[in-house]
């Protein structure tokens, strides 16, 4: 994926999202070392200073260059403020030990204040998320990262964020797999230039999050048929799939078994017809479906969250 100033986003990159300290580090380690030049992390993950050991281990010993790296972050909730996103991602450079980021999004488009605690639910209309694009624009123009963008955002918030925004955002992050192919918004970034990360490309598997009733892609027989007809494993299948589209998955793993494995899904290439039968798993089934936000009288529901 390339960017107007020539910057690349590798395709394929490393998610850090319940990636425990005490063994994300390694994680990371390990990725590099395989090949990953993607890092995908947030301040919420509470892991980025293990991350920076990481990263500042392998920088210092010249196993791989900054510019090599492609390292995002994400801006937490309590942090919409515009006078507080610099700060916010400077703790975050703090923490990983860099001078600059490659990208910084918007985490959801859910505000808090963190005077309270637990941190109450601000709605919109109070802290506009237009008034912490002007944060993060200022990010941009400090030097602090390289791109801006935006996660779990609908068509509806990126066209509102359009009609402010100086510098329009490069990347939407959404959760993204078979199950959920979103091909509306899909279509909607490729026309405004948006480049698309998906989390929890494989449907987080085995996650204690998820109920028993949710649909799994690992028990899926069309997954598991493509699988057996390119010798590859069904998490490959998964994010060959999400490449295929033009997608940057971002799997989630801290065993080295597996962060090779999906390094290694990068060799496969699906058919156009293992693609029709992928994207026939699609029913618009979402396992991050943002309930956490809607607590009794919080201003967010999962109607004016999603827009759907
Ligand atoms: P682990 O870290 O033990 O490998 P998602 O990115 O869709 O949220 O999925 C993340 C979950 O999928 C993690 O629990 C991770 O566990 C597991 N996982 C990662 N890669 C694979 C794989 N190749 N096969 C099966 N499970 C995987």
Redesign the pocket.
Known sequence: MVFENNDVMPALGL?TWQAPRGEVGQAVLEAIRCGYRHIDCAAIYGNEKEIGEALKSVLDAGEVRREELWVTSKLWNTRHKQADVIPALKKTLADLQLEYLDLYLIHWPVAQDSSTQPPSLVPLEQQPIADTWLGMEACLGAGLTRHIGVSNFSIKKLKKLFETAQHQPEVLQVEMHPLLAQNELVAFCEVEKIYLTA?????????SEVPDSAPSLFDNPIVANIANQHGC?L?QVLLAWAMERGTAPI?????AK?LK??FASQNIALTSSDMVNLNSLDCHYRFVDGSFWTPPGSPYNLQNLWDE
């Open positions: 998610g989390y929890s490309p494989l449907g987080r598997p085995g996650s494993t998490a799997p989630k793993s801290t065993n597996r494995e999906n």
